[in-house]
């Protein structure tokens, strides 16, 4: 493999590409949770896609320990810059709609429309939209209008030199032309100390002076840096490699090119890195250990092609043991399982070992049984891994996925064996605490509800981190009632679970067992015991340790001398999108109100799908906290309410409850209405292209488009009516439409005959698709999350008017 000229030319490029992915995610991208036909029968019985129900961590932000102070100006600098950056915000703010539109689309008239803008204008407003000019000029390669307009940029507003100074030496590096770079580059930490680009700056400044062929001058820029973040980059560490490479240093080099690619092999730089071992004929010395994990961190990132490719070139390393070969012969087989290639000839071909290496090749040969639907050879497999390999995590993986199997069969008796085996003999595995809550619901489902009870309370006192413990509380709830007539003890698990997991869907089960109940007398004491047989009451359990998750530190105002957060702003205005967090965050103080001041910026220009992302990677357990530890303003981006005249006007002309479809447009698109999914759904409620067809033959729209789709209130109105007639044809039980809206009507049909069931709470847990089951229930959720949240924000308007 040959390098480009500038060491960091491929870096870059994949930085940027991701760069450009996320600021256009208002286009075509995958949806999680479609309809019909998306959910996987082989991994339903998975519980990877289920959300922790806890833990209770506070809330947390990532904050970057500094090894050098973050520079600060003094009070009265910040408070001027913030006034000077808001002036140039308001005299932009008519450039947004034509920067963003030329951040996405980069068409010629959208170029002319902001370089028009630019013309008419002057000083922040006009260097805003050079910046964009100049931003979008990079991304399409066409370097020097890039730097042009970034030396525009940079005369009409100093606010905005830093970036348009770095990104302009991109653009002169990328083109070639090194030394006008480096002249932009020299000083920049000096010159912009608080610029988000200057931990990146030392490594871009390192590439360019290698290209210059100064290494002495590069390595002196890197030196400079070793203080301060930047040496946590993954860009400095190859950079440091290529300096190193350069002055002739090769062992220094190699060290370095190899820690970068073991510490980080899925980084654009390891690919780099590599190509310089390679290079330097020094791809040799790393080690068939260090191979193997180079090949494992593949395979776990789902690269089974590359995985495969590293596995077999290790196959043929010279100086492996035989147990060694052994190994990668195996892991190779287990990518081509993978990737739907590998056939049991394939497998028995294998060593037969009594290693892990032959308990790995037994597993497959079972997933292989279980392809085929072989069960009297799965069965076999699995009772021959027991006595072989009765240690091996190998056996763990072969009893879940057996108990997956036979649970999409209904065969809930043999289903209960494999999963029993793995929670008592690896009650530490991954598996353990999905395996264990499954025994117990297929045996409640089976009618042996002592076992199950049993079941239920070792789950909570086992697992009471594990998503399923929720669902464990409540069914122990339910026996309470029914089997052991302890309503009081019914209603404790009730609480708890209101208490910890407020926004949960078995909270909302639990309030109404609650408001069944009525009032109960207080129950036996955690771990009270009774006098004939010395033995714990059942289910007595101490439940003291569910607990709300604690407040997070929030705030929803912002601080009037934060130069970070106006520029952001001012970002905004100039498309520049990618940079937003990183100039919020930029700001030593911003971590109590950065994730709402970014989502803020992104729901200004009604990217509400965008807003609402940001604000679930900043608060992940939201759905654990009471609304009063979180402010308003945070509830109202988590659950936005976009197009709400047209949600309420079409869910009315249907009977339907509004917040039922806001809750699915939610969980569906995330209210990006430009959003295609890989099963080819389209728009907020996700509809197919024909379903769409059907629906607007019905509403009489002639000459029907699929783009259509992508208008919103085109494809609410059309969705509505189809949730509509999907409801009816489940006989108006909104739980089996939505599971039919997501899986598919026959599915649906199928699991509807599995029944009978107590009541929809049994159907929704008793649904084998996982990814089904957390679609119904987060919909479910939702939609009273959404009720609550305007009562509460009712309830706070008139406490403030009464405080008046």
């Not at 002739?248 to 970068?260: E, M, P, S, Y």
């Not at 601080?559 to 520049?576: E, F, Q």
């Amino acid at each position: 493999m040959q390098l480009p000229s500038s060491p960091g030319f491929l870096f870059r490029r994949v930085s940027r590409g991701l760069a450009i992915a996320l600021s256009m995610m208002l286009t075509i991208l995958p949806i999680y949770g479609q309809t019909s036909g998306t959910a996987s029968a082989k991994n339903s019985g998975s519980s990877a896609t289920k959300t922790s129900a806890k833990p209770k961590s506070a809330h947390k932000k990532t904050i970057r320990h500094h090894r050098r102070r973050r520079y600060r100006a003094s009070r009265a600098v910040r408070r001027a810059r913030t006034a000077r950056i808001r002036r140039a915000f308001i005299a932009s703010s008519e450039l947004r709609p034509m920067a963003q539109q030329l951040a996405t689309m980069r068409t010629p008239e959208a170029y002319a429309g902001v370089n028009a803008y630019a013309r008419r204008h002057s000083g922040d407003a006009a260097a805003a939209a050079y910046l964009a000019l100049g931003h979008a000029y990079l991304l399409d390669h066409r370097y020097i209008e890039a730097i042009e307009n970034f030396r525009m940029a940079r005369e009409d507003s100093e606010e905005l030199g830093d970036i348009a100074d770095f990104l302009a030496s991109e653009a002169a590096h990328d083109s070639g032309n090194n030394v006008d770079a480096e002249a932009l580059l020299h000083g920049f930490a000096a010159r912009y100390p608080d610029s988000i680009f200057v931990d990146q700056a030392p490594e871009l400044e390192a590439d360019v002076l290698l290209a210059l062929s100064n290494p002495t001058g590069a390595r002196a820029v890197l030196a400079a840096a070793e203080d301060t973040d930047a040496v946590d980059r993954v860009g400095y560490q190859l950079a440091m490699g290529q300096v190193e490479y350069a002055l002739g240093q090769q062992d220094a080099a190699v060290t370095d090119f190899k820690r970068l690619l073991l510490d980080h092999p899925l980084s654009g730089e390891a690919q780099i890195a590599r190509a310089r071992l390679t290079e330097m004929g020094a791809e040799s010395t790393l080690t068939p250990v260090e191979l193997r994990s180079l090949a494992d961190a593949y395979y776990n990132a789902g690269q089974y092609n590359e995985a495969a490719e590293q596995y077999r070139a290790l196959e043929l390393v010279p100086e492996l043991s035989v147990a060694e070969r052994n190994s990668f012969a195996v892991a190779l087989a287990g990518c081509e399982l993978k990737l739907h290639r590998l056939t049991p000839a394939d497998v028995q071909a294998l060593p037969d070992t009594d290693d892990e290496n032959g308990a790995q090749r037994l597993y497959l040969l079972m997933e292989l049984a279980r392809d085929r639907d072989d069960q009297d050879d799965q069965q076999r497999i699995v009772s021959e891994m027991e006595m072989r390999f009765p240690r091996s995590d190998w056996l763990a993986e072969a009893l879940y996925s057996s108990g997956n199997m036979y649970l999409l069969k209904r065969d809930y008796p043999n289903a209960v064996t494999y999963y029993s085996y793995l929670a008592e003999h690896f009650p530490s595995h991954k598996y353990a605490a999905a395996a264990h809550w499954r025994a117990g619901w297929l045996s409640y489902r089976e009618g042996q509800f002592a076992a199950a009870a049993r079941l239920f309370d070792e789950q909570i006192e086992r697992y009471p981190s594990a998503a399923e413990t929720v669902s464990a509380l409540y069914w122990r709830g339910r026996l309470y009632e029914s089997m052991d007539h302890y309503p009081s003890l019914a209603a404790a698990n009730y609480r708890a679970i209101i208490r910890a997991y407020p926004h949960y869907f078995y909270a909302q089960m639990a309030q109404m067992r609650l408001t069944s109940l009525g009032k109960v007398q207080p129950g036996p004491e955690p771990g009270l015991t009774s006098p004939a047989s010395n033995d714990r009451l059942p289910g007595a359990l101490d439940l003291d340790h569910f607990q709300p998750m604690p407040e997070p530190k929030l705030v929803d105002t912002f601080p009037a001398d934060s130069p970070h957060l106006a520029k952001a702003r001012l970002l905004a205005n100039a498309g520049l999108n990618e940079y937003i967090a990183e100039e919020i965050e930029a700001d030593p103080d911003s971590e109590s109100w950065s994730a709402l001041a970014e989502a803020q910026i992104y729901a200004s220009y009604d990217e509400t799908f965008r807003a609402l992302r940001a604000m679930k990677r900043a608060l992940p357990h939201a759905s654990e906290a009471p609304f009063s530890a979180i402010p308003l303003a945070y509830w109202r981006i988590l659950f936005p309410e976009p197009w709400w005249p047209t949600i309420r006007a079409e869910a009315e002309k249907n009977n339907l409850d509004p917040y039922l479809v806001v809750s699915l447009i939610r969980q569906e698109s995330e209210f990006n209405p430009n959003a295609v999914s890989y099963a080819n759904a389209w728009g907020l409620m996700q509809l197919l292209p024909s379903v769409g067809r059907i629906m607007a033959r019905e509403e009489g729209m002639p000459h029907f488009q699929t783009f259509q789709l992508l208008d919103p209130e085109t494809n609410i109105r059309l969705g509505t009516r189809y949730l509509r007639q999907m409801i009816d044809r489940f006989g108006g039980v909104e739980e089996y439409a939505l599971a039919a809206y997501n899986a598919g009507d026959n599915r649906v049909v199928d699991w509807e005959a599995a029944g009978p069931y107590s009541g929809i709470d049994e159907f929704v847990e008793s649904i084998p698709f996982t990814q089904t089951r957390d679609y119904v229930q987060a919909i479910l959720r939702n939609e009273e999350t959404y009720r609550a949240i305007d009562q509460f924000a009712s309830t706070q308007s008139g406490l403030t008017r009464a405080a008046r």
